[in-house]
């Protein structure tokens, strides 16, 4: 009966459904296995428990995609470490004495780089059974926005976990698979994708899938001292279990009517020239920003920061998309191009439109 009834619906929505339906299957299939996962708690905590050996009042903290709920099979695990203690070794001493502590006591392979702008300690592991394509790791230390970004963006997850998820995981894919997803070389990073689709859902569209959780009315009142962080507000309305009882979305598009329309969206209507995408606060100007191209000066190679503007939801001063180049945001629209042509076409199946766009 239920092929019967899908059989009758109009041709459009009869794609839609059947598009909506391959993009959670192939988004599952590429969810870390639970396996994957306790091996990298255990990680976590080993990896706890020996910088604990330095600094007794650390804590080792996950975020990114290991902690918002947009982790693929395999992707890498970054830790931040947070010291609870007044007296404390700057992050250059701690990266090198950590780096020296890790090579003689794991099997990680252990780049340490304590002059970084960040210093960070890189951790590798080989492949073994329990992980059969190894393991990345990065540990910084006190990253303490980069650990509200992340629960930010978990947050976001909760509200629709279906459409979201399924969104992020599959662009995700997408962009790693058409090589538009790496900032060293001038392209986008993974969390710069992550707010293009919040920014979309909770700006763009109409009626909106998403609330703005940083403009929502507080439970009770809110003093600076508990919502700024390093001179940042990075407050934002976390009890999604009371936003569940309390804001619903009167958007009822399928997965794949959004994803259609999100790469519409970012191919032809976004204005990249002089626009900023901002989750927090909508659609802003460059020029109200400070982050024009300035192409008379002649620096103008080396100032290639502000082709595609995304202010970070709590760092209002900092341009998430500022490693993207000419040349990156060039092939990025092209991409979105393409892929708003192969989706608009409306191919007979689904699933080879899929193929064809992740190929
Ligand atoms: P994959 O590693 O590709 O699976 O994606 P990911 O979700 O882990 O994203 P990514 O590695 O790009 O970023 C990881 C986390 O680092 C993000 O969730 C942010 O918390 C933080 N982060 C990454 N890039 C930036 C940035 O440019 N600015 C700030 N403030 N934080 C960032
Ligand atoms: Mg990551």
């Not at 794991?106 to 592991?125: D, E, G, M, N, Q």
């Not at 919502?227 to 999604?240: S, V």
């Amino acid at each position: 009966p239920d092929v019967a009834a899908h059989r009758r619906l109009p041709s459009r929505h009869r794609f839609f459904a059947d598009l909506s339906q391959c993009l959670f299957d192939f988004v599952i299939e590429l969810l870390p296995t639970g396996e994957e996962m306790a091996v990298k708690e255990n990680v976590r905590k080993l990896l706890e428990r020996l910088i604990r050996t330095i600094e007794p009042d650390s804590r080792l903290l996950s975020f990114g995609s290991t902690a918002n709920g947009f982790s693929l099979r395999n992707s890498d695990m970054d830790l931040c470490c947070l010291i609870d203690s007044e007296e404390r070794l700057s992050a250059t001493d701690l990266v090198t004495m950590l780096g020296d502590l890790l090579e003689r006591e794991t099997k990680f392979h252990v780049k340490p780089l304590p002059h970084a702008r960040i210093p960070i300690v890189k951790l590798s592991l080989d492949p073994s059974p329990g992980l059969p394509l190894g393991i990345a790791c990065d540990i910084g230390f006190e990253n303490r926005l980069a650990l509200e970004n992340t629960r930010l963006l978990m947050c976001y997850a909760m509200i629709d976990p279906t459409r979201v998820r399924t969104m992020v995981l599959f662009l995700k894919v997408w962009s790693k698979r058409r090589k538009i997803n790496s900032p060293y070389k001038g392209t986008l990073s993974s969390y710069g994708y992550v707010l293009l689709v919040i920014y979309f859902l909770v700006h763009v569209k109409n009626p909106p899938v998403l609330p703005n959780l940083q403009q929502m009315p507080p439970l009770r009142p809110i003093t600076k001292e508990d919502t700024h962080l390093a001179g940042y507000n990075t407050w934002f309305f976390d009890d999604i279990e009371l936003l569940r009882t309390r804001w619903h979305s009167e958007n009822s598009e399928s997965v794949a009517e959004l994803l259609i329309d999100f790469y519409r969206y970012y191919a032809r209507d976004f204005s990249y020239n002089t626009g900023v995408a901002s989750i927090r606060a909508g659609l802003l100007k460059k020029s109200s920003k400070g982050w024009q191209n300035d192409l008379t000066s002649r620096y103008h190679d080396s100032r290639e920061r502000n082709r595609l503007c995304i202010e970070d939801p709590f760092e209002l001063d900092f341009n998430v998309g500022r490693c993207v180049t000419k040349d990156g945001i060039y092939t990025i629209r092209g991409e979105f191009m393409r892929a708003s042509r192969i989706l608009s076409n409306r191919p007979e199946r689904a699933v080879v439109a899929l193929a064809e766009l992740c190929l």
